[in-house]
């Protein structure tokens, strides 16, 4: 598979989309997103550039696929329960559609937004949580920093939190 399009629709994810479905049956996702395959590349590419700084070249598509399919021939097992855990984790989160403001500067109550309905969890979602599961079994240390270029906000605090939900699949 050359491209992520063509990878997020194969038979080959389709299956691993079916065994994460077993193993979390309340799983809601969203119809397919154009906008999928562009933001996996980016978290892909992210990484890359978190590990080796921008010395190298950017990645292909092509390359983002072999590593992400390699990672789960390697380590499939506790990688889905990973991503179980972590979309355990994201379901229970509060967030807040307007974002972070500092202390006199947050929105008037006529001015937030409000969040109308939960759509669920895109079908790139396993991918783009393999980037995260290396990262925090593999470069600890360089989490919160993939998490800043990714623009989370509360990017330290957040990389403790996911290294807590990485903790409780070891247990």
């Known amino acids: 598979m050359k491209t992520i399009e063509e990878f997020l629709t194969s038979d080959w994810y389709k299956k691993v989309t079916a065994e994460l479905v077993q193993l979390k049956p309340d799983i809601k996702f969203v119809e397919h997103a154009n ?3 562009e933001l996996l590349m980016d978290s892909y590419r992210e990484r890359m550039y978190t590990l080796h700084g921008f010395g190298i070249s950017s990645p ?4 983002c696929v072999q590593w992400i399919m390699e990672q789960l021939a390697q380590d499939k097992e506790n990688i889905m329960s990973y991503v179980v855990a972590r979309l355990t984790f994201s379901e229970q989160l509060e967030d807040d559609p307007d974002g972070e403001f500092r202390e006199g500067e947050e929105l008037n109550e006529g001015d937030k937004s409000e969040v109308v309905e939960i759509l669920g969890f895109t079908r790139s979602v396993i991918a783009d949580t393999v980037i995260e599961y290396d990262l925090v079994k593999n470069h600890p240390k360089l ?6 270029r990714t623009r989370i906000p509360g990017a330290a605090k957040f990389s403790s939190q996911i290294k807590k939900v990485y903790a409780s699949i070891k247990n």
């Open 35 to 37: 906008y999928e395959a």
């Open 60 to 63: 292909t598509e092509e390359e």
């Open 143 to 148: 989490l919160t920093g993939y998490f800043k």
